[in-house]
């Protein structure tokens, strides 16, 4: 069990910091071990932080993403590999991208054979970002390719960067909740401290949104399959 949270502006402006540091907080109930950050600037580049200590102990790295244009977060709950090696902790590198997950990938190791990668952490969810990044297809079928192979629940987030900024959303059996403000779309685990009318991401999709400018459109979806571990009862 972990917790995941994430933005995405609609207005070329950033997040509201103490919003997202609520957000943050209110998501270390579900792992207190580490957390960590990616996020994209205005430029467009990539940058993540991350550290072993719950949400709350560094709300102030929060501070790092003023302006961004999409941020992903994770708050851990330390399953696979200790947390004292921040190489564990997510954010995870997905190509020339960063992923975050909230999950047991309990097949991991062959997932990571399936496609020759060799894992270079103590953490499941390595597996899923380094396949991700290293398959060549397109974000969204490389992505839905991917999850569709996990064995386990899931709800990931990913950050990409290029000619746009991209951000990738999946749910299967897993919670994550969305809300917005003036100035984008905010996404967490729990709805706690989510802004306005909450709902829930669909589940049994990945989803992209994409920033052209100052305008975030809703470009791609794929369909998930049932996940074919269901023995893992944490949520």
């Known amino acids: 069990m972990c917790g995941i949270l994430g933005y995405i502006s609609t207005t070329g402006k950033g997040p509201d910091i103490e919003l997202l540091q609520r957000i943050a907080v209110e998501n270390e109930?579900?792992?207190d071990h580490a957390f960590g950050l990616a996020w994209a600037d205005k430029r467009g580049d990539l940058h993540c932080w991350k550290a072993a200590g719950s949400a709350s102990q560094h709300v102030d790295a929060i501070e790092r993403v003023h302006g961004a244009l999409a941020v992903i977060g994770h708050c851990r709950w330390a399953t696979h590999g200790s947390p004292l090696d921040n190489s564990n902790n997510h954010p995870h590198r997905a190509g020339t991208g960063?992923?975050?997950?909230?999950g047991i990938v309990a097949n991991y190791r062959e997932l990571a054979a399936s496609v020759g990668v060799e894992l270079k952490t103590s953490c499941d969810s390595e597996a899923i970002a380094a396949v991700i990044g290293r398959h060549e297809r397109n974000l969204?079928?490389?992505s839905a390719w991917t999850l569709n192979r996990v064995?386990?629940?899931l709800a990931v987030m990913g950050l990409w960067t290029g000619f746009d900024v991209r951000l990738v959303v999946a749910r299967r059996g897993r919670p994550l909740s969305f809300g917005k403000d003036k100035f984008g779309t905010y996404l967490a685990s729990l709805p706690n401290g989510l802004p306005g009318e909450v709902s829930e991401i669909m589940d049994d999709r990945v989803q992209i949104a994409t920033i052209h400018g100052k305008t975030t459109t809703w470009d791609g979806m794929a369909k998930l399959s049932a996940p074919r571990s269901r023995e893992f009862a944490w949520a």
């Open 29 to 31: 109930v579900r792992g």
């Open 98 to 102: 960063w992923l975050v997950h909230n």
């Open 140 to 142: 969204l079928a490389r």
């Open 151 to 153: 064995d386990g629940a």
